[in-house]
């Protein structure tokens, strides 16, 4: 699994996320998009972390709404 291979790619977990929401795994989904949001800058690629940051924070309300 990619967020194994390399786990400072945020985005890859943001992905993993936006799939585990769409299988029904809001629960799931919610920690992960937590994670990345809380997650500190400059581990991997600053710039790209930041979009993936920006894509959680969006999906984040999505999520929640799945899991009432």
Request: glycine content about 2%; charged content about 30%; hydrophobic content about 45%.
């Amino acid at each position: 699994m990619l967020t194994q291979t390399n786990p400072h790619n945020l985005r890859a977990r943001v992905y993993l996320a936006d799939t585990l929401a769409h299988d029904k795994r809001a629960a799931e989904a919610k920690r992960l998009l937590e994670e990345v949001a809380a997650a500190p800058i400059g581990k991997y690629d600053a710039p790209e972390e930041r979009r993936a940051k920006a894509l959680a924070t969006a999906l984040l309300p999505d999520v929640i709404k799945l899991m009432n």
